[in-house]
């Protein structure tokens, strides 16, 4: 199928022809993990793992400077494989977990696999909508660009945060700054990132703002990550034209990442708050409350 991609009002670019809701929960139940049509692997090396707990331990850094609880009630919209259910579960939290399939968080973290609902995720939280459950943090990593209405699924979260809830959204840095100009300097030859039916919408700082703010959200720190799409600069780690590189370009992000989180994490999410100030860094992270 070819997909159009388009700008919208809201200032990022998204998947004008969409998939239905029914071929979206095929695909993520039965193809995302057990065919490897996702970014998940099988097994992970142990610094992966450390990896993979830094980065969520560094946006709860953020969110414990702003809830007025250490624990309370988690929602994980899009759990995965289960790494930020686990970290917050072990940490006494009382955590729900959706996804369209248990499969990845099955083959990573079973003893966390009670803790998910597994099926439509829409359908679930019109569930949690109309029982009047809240939450404290919602969390929503890699996830937004998923969805086919991140709008509809913004206002939905409004209902079900607490009135001094935290909701942290992680998604892709696209159409950034650093990807424009490898395009216009012909570093690269096409626009890698764009990759639907996995990423129906693809967002800039600017146009995740703008889509928040327009769903009644107040966004109070903004953070990246490691910039690996700087690695495309140079000719001898440029993995979209020579995708052999990029094994070493990501061991590269997860000992950088981890040596930075080894001196502070503190000062780690200055730096990389500093960052996304200039719309550099492959991930966005806005930590919002309810206006």
Known sequence: ???????NKYNYYEVENKPSSEELQEYYSKKYYQEGAGSYEISYDNDEKIYFLNKIEQ???????????????????????????????????????????????????????KLLI????????????????????IWLDNVLEHVINPFQLLLDIHKILDKNGVLVIDVPNDFSIIQNYLLKNKHIDREFWVCPPDHLSYFSKEGLS??????????KKTISDHPIDMDLLNPNSNYVINPKTGKGAHKKRIEFESLLHSISIDKTNRFYEAMADLGIGRNIVNFLIKK
């Open 1 to 7: 199928m070819k997909y159009n991609i388009i700008k």
């Open 118 to 137: 597994a099926g439509d995720i829409s359908n679930n939280i019109q569930t949690i909508i109309s029982k009047g459950k809240k939450f404290d943090l």
């Open 59 to 113: 946006k709860h850094q953020v969110v414990k400077s702003m809830l007025k609880k250490e624990i309370g009630k988690l929602l994980d919209i899009g759990s995965g494989e289960g790494f930020s259910l686990k970290y917050f579960d072990e940490l006494g939290w009382d955590c729900t977990g959706l996804d369209f399939s248990d499969y990845g968080i099955s083959q990573q973290n079973p003893r966390q696999k």
């Open 210 to 219: 703008n889509i928040t703010k327009a769903t009644g959200w107040d966004i």
